[in-house]
């Protein structure tokens, strides 16, 4: 099996995840193309095979060669965004794109005035969708390179390994993907999430992230007779809105700028509710934006009365940098890997974050490599075969010099 029919075997299987869901999985649908990929596995001829109750699937290719040589790891994720259905992906390929506009169906045109990413892969062979449903290339492709990986490493012995350990989670889109994820059973030393974009792209550097919830308590009173009764607590949400710098926002930043995100507000005259996300590269500034929001809290409650606002503050991950650091032979090694296999690397923060921040955190340094993946959420997704492939290659690249550390 090539690593095309691969991956448009995995697309046949809706894997969405849902954020509504108290479950883990958070969908049942999800363990069915588990199953599959756990029967799969083992076709292969990968060992230890393992699916368990909450969908994590754990495999090992043995080491053919003999002494000490680190045992690593590779992981992905098979959840799609809840953001666009997954369900009856139609996915085709447009062999050789010669550079224009690209119809996935009609009046839905995939163009390169709007998405000029797509320049960048004239001639090569597109995975596209329809135009009515995402792809699942995020990240059914990190899954169907390190597999065809782990089947080329097998039938072609001459190459050097050490053991292997691969790994597939659910539920990587709502943030949960690494929260059971058992690194003491994976027993790696370290590893990399096949979870990137574009060819290249190689991220060690992610935000730190948490999440505000505000609660606005207001006094509801019949308007003809409110004077100096009525609090109005839509409008003390739009007034804490306004507390908060309007060029540190998602839309007004980039790079290492940091922001604050309001992701829902639901109001009326006597309660509302604002739930915010706060982002920074910066761990110093992080802990700052959330001072920042405390602070806003208690200068309301200072206008309008001690709990008239409140907040409640969540971390939810790290930026994975100051886990790697201390040991960037972990990005020596695929820093080396892409250049002997012709892929020039693009080393640059994630401004958003991955499954390897978290598990950097729980003592398994884990950076995030290219899938190959563009466009991911939407229905304008696609993948260049060509990039599945240079992927592949470098999961092999990097078992091969991984055999060769510290011998």
């Known amino acids: 099996m090539d690593i095309i029919e691969r991956f448009l075997n995995y697309t046949k299987f809706d894997t969405q995840s849902s954020e509504d869901s108290e479950y883990v999985p958070s969908t049942e649908k999800q363990l069915v193309f588990a199953r599959y990929l756990k029967n799969e596995l083992e076709r292969e001829g990968l060992e230890d095979v393992t699916l368990n109750e909450q969908g994590y699937i754990y495999a090992t290719l043995p080491a053919n060669v003999k002494g000490k040589v680190p045992v ?38 995939l163009s390169p005035r709007k998405f000029p990413e797509l320049l960048q892969h004239i001639g090569e062979d597109l995975i596209v969708t329809d135009g009515h449903t995402l792809l699942g290339a995020d990240d059914k492709a990190g899954i169907a390179e390190i597999v065809q990986a782990m089947a080329y490493l097998k039938e072609h012995k001459e190459i050097k390994h050490g053991k292997i350990r691969v790994a597939f989670n659910p539920d990587e889109e709502i943030g949960m993907g690494a929260h059971h994820f058992d690194v003491d059973k994976f027993g790696c030393e370290w590893a990399y999430t096949m979870d990137g974009g574009d060819v290249g792209e190689l991220e060690y550097e992610n935000f730190n992230a948490a999440s505000a919830k505000i609660t606005i308590k ?34 007004t930043t980039e790079g290492y700028q940091g922001f604050y995100h309001l992701t829902g507000i639901q109001t009326q005259t006597e309660q509302a509710k604002l739930s915010y996300i706060i982002r920074d590269h910066d761990r110093e500034k992080f802990e700052a934006r959330k001072r920042f929001i405390k602070h806003a809290v208690e200068q309301m409650n200072r206008k309008y009365g001690e709990g008239t606002v409140s907040v409640e503050l969540t971390d939810q991950y790290y930026n994975m940098k100051e886990k790697i650091d201390p040991q960037m032979h972990v990005i020596d090694i695929v820093l080396k890997a892409m250049q002997e296999v012709g892929v020039a690397p693009k080393v640059k923060p994630i401004r958003g974050g991955t499954d390897g921040a978290q598990l950097s955190f729980k003592g398994l340094p884990c950076p995030n490599i290219f899938a190959g993946g563009i466009n991911f959420h939407g229905p304008y997704e696609f993948v260049p075969v060509q990039s599945m492939e240079k992927a592949q290659q470098v999961i092999i690249k990097i078992c091969e010099l991984t055999a060769d550390f510290n011998s």
């Open 72 to 109: 690593i790891g590779f992981i992905s994720h098979y959840d799609t965004s809840p953001d666009c259905s997954g369900a009856n992906v139609n996915p085709r390929i447009v062999n050789h794109y010669s550079g224009g506009d690209i119809e996935l169906s009609e009046g839905i045109m």
């Open 218 to 251: 207001g006094v509801s009173v019949h308007p003809g007779y409110a004077k100096g009764k009525m609090i109005n607590a839509s409008l003390l949400a739009a007034e804490f809105v306004g507390l908060l710098p309007s060029d540190e926002r998602p839309e």
